[in-house]
């Protein structure tokens, strides 16, 4: 059963993060660290006891689509109502409309707990939560008064309405049509792969539909987004008669059973009545804040599938019971036909070297999606424009990479765990499967990894050169630099960390030249350098992980009166929140994370620096 990793969370966020800093921005001024650790422990029992319950009963049951009418299994309707009784819909949300106007760093902390717990469940209010940032951002006031108090509450839900048959990415390409009509539009027009298109735990359904206006531009920029109710709203907020649109099916997938995707059409009787976003043809700019909400919380579903595969695989690796450990007392491995087993398997040097594999990449991006939903808390919060616009470029910098990086990782690492589980990984009871088949979507929704590695490049590097990305590497090199220490072990773990921000570094700069050269060249290895990015800024933070541990076991080595060596003078001077154990656990990780994962980086550099050529060059009839 699932446990929530309250401890790593609070360490991130107080001792890694000083997230209680947002208190000095008169946004937050009420946030704190006491009560960020009140919501997660109130996340973790909603996980642990509502969401994990459900979650393979969902993985079986699924949604049924019947007469028309999509219904959800009992069990999810319910956990629903609690979800919105408890106000967790209402976190991020504005005041006014509200809600409670909390951080994003501590709402993506409580939904890595929650997508852990289930997954299928969470892309519901996720989809809501971005619709509600859109709209707070891009609509007019009236529109906003209508519909987001019922949103905000989650009595009501929000979708994303994008992909047509004919038009996956490319949306340039839809034909979803929007006539004028009076004060509103009517849609025509079908959207497929819709998360949540239809379902019956909500009052309503608030649809962002992308559309194109009659005598619109060609391309990307004659696309307007609208407001789509399944439910007409009047004035007033007050639901009326059914609207002109409806789930023709759902889609049979790999994973995320209980999560309807939807084939949605609009208009089949006279059109479905649409209210205009903000500005005419200016709707993908309007969607990209909805969508890049949900990339950050993609990135997130992979850190918890993958924390989810890692507490699977652990809790499987001390009960299984077979051979004997190399170098223990008793029969060696070579001649011990016969002999009864005795030993866990993580005893096995190699099962320790998986689980470790596991537990310290989640740890490694559980740190780089917090930092990066800090900086866009910042960006919002921060009264100085200056600051503010340096943090808004630092986060939509790591979205692409916590989102692509994130997602392929959770991949690699649940199939990595249902190895540790040998053959009764590949049998259902055991959950292991689950985790996997859930994981295997995340990397392609909301753009697959080589949409965000060329958002990457295209986007956030070539818009101010790489400034962005090599200010944040110097200010990690910069804290290495400083960094002080007696002791062995945190000394290689800083070489390591300050040697991969160099091959980044090197990296980067020979990417911008081959993007003004040889653009396709470039495009031919960005994913492998989203991969190199988020190796190695998940490896610092790592780093910057061990030197504030190393310093904890010191105090707390003085205050029992056996002194530590270990004494970097740049940790952070927080109380400590974990125990010995705790502290010791993570030099552990990062001790491993920089002698087996980080050297990976060496490769990718190789093949930023030349391996482009050969697919650029490559004729596609001979593939």
Known sequence: MYRAPLTDLRFVLEELLGAASLAQLPAHRDFSADL????????????????????????????????????????????????????????????????????????????EIWFAANVAFMLCPLLG?????????NAAAPLCERLLPKMVTGHWTGTMNLTEPQAGSDLGAIRTRAIPEADHYRLTGQK????????????????????????????????????VPKRL????????????????????????????????????????????????????????????????SVGVQGIGLSELAFQQARDWATSRIQG????????????????????PIIAHPDVRRMLLTIKSTVEAMRALALYAALQLDQARAEPDATRAAAALMRGELLIPIVKGWCTEQAIDLASLSIQIHGGMGFIEETGAAQTLRDARILSI????????????????????????????????????GE?????????????????????????????????????????????????LCGRVLGGALLARSAAIAATRLETQGRAAGTPSSATPSSAAATPSTADAGFYRAKLQTARFYVEQLLPQALGLLRIVRSGGASVADADPRLI
Request: aromatic residues 6%; charged residues 20%; contains cysteine.
């Open 445 to 480: 929704y909301e753009g697959t990894t080589g949409i965000q590695a060329n958002d990457l490049l295209g986007r956030k590097l070539q818009r101010d050169h790489g400034a962005t990305l090599a200010a944040l590497v110097q200010e990690l090199l910069e804290q290495f």
């Open 129 to 137: 939560r971005g619709a509600i940032e859109s709209l707070e951002r």
């Open 192 to 227: 497929i792969f819709i998360t949540y298109g239809d379902h019956d735990m909500a009052q309503n359904i608030v649809h962002m539909v992308l559309a194109r206006i009659d005598g619109a531009p060609a391309g990307v920029r004659g696309i307007s987004m609208f407001a």
């Open 324 to 343: 004997h450990a190399i170098g223990a007392p008793g029969p060696a491995p070579a001649v011990a036909a016969g002999v009864p087993a005795s030993t």
């Open 233 to 296: 709203v009047d004035e007033h907020g007050a639901l009326g008669a059914d609207n002109d649109l409806h789930c023709v099916s759902i889609e049979h997938k790999l994973g995320i059973h209980a999560s309807p995707t939807c084939v949605m059409s609009y208009g089949d009787h006279g059109g479905a009545i649409g209210h205009l976003i903000g500005e005419a043809n200016h709707g993908l700019e309007y969607m990209f804040v909805m969508m890049n909400s949900a990339r950050l």
């Open 36 to 111: 960020a650790s009140s919501v997660l422990e109130e996340a973790a029992r909603f996980a642990e006891q509502v969401l994990a319950p459900i979650n393979r009963l969902g993985d079986r049951a699924g949604a049924r689509f019947e007469e028309g009418q999509v219904h959800m299994p009992p069990e999810f309707r319910e956990a629903y109502r609690q979800f919105v009784e408890a106000g967790w819909p209402q976190m991020t949300a504005s005041v006014e409309y509200g809600g409670q106007g909390q951080p994003l760093v501590l709402a993506t902390a409580t939904e």
């Open 483 to 531: 960094l002080r220490s007696a002791d062995a072990t945190l000394r290689a773990i800083r070489n390591a960390a300050t040697d991969a921000l160099t091959l980044l570094r090197d990296a980067t700069e020979a990417l911008l030249s081959q993007l003004a050269a040889a653009p396709a060249q470039a495009y031919a290895v960005s994913v492998p350098y989203l991969q």
